[in-house]
């Protein structure tokens, strides 16, 4: 159960997954990183849009 809360899982989802078979443990396992991952990539976007931002006030000097 500490391995699913510390990969995210709220209290009431990780009882879910207890009461689950094999097969719906995976199927959870698998929605909850792909959740994790989108948001990710989110915040991997916006990293890049900061990085887009500090190369341009680098390279000329400012926003235009």
């Known amino acids: 159960m500490d391995n699913l809360r510390d990969a995210g899982f709220s209290k009431e989802e990780a009882g879910r997954y207890e009461?689950?078979?094999d097969k719906g443990r995976l199927r959870l396992l698998a929605t909850h990183r792909r959740t994790i991952l989108d948001r990710v990539?989110?915040?991997?976007q916006k990293i890049c849009?900061?990085?887009?931002?500090?190369?341009?006030?680098?390279?000329?000097?400012?926003?235009?």
Do not use: P, Q
């Not at 990539?41 to 991997?44: G, K, Y």
């Open 19 to 21: 009461e689950l078979d």
């Open 41 to 44: 990539h989110e915040e991997e």
């Open 49 to 64: 849009r900061i990085d887009y931002l500090v190369h341009k006030i680098e390279k000329d000097g400012g926003l235009r």
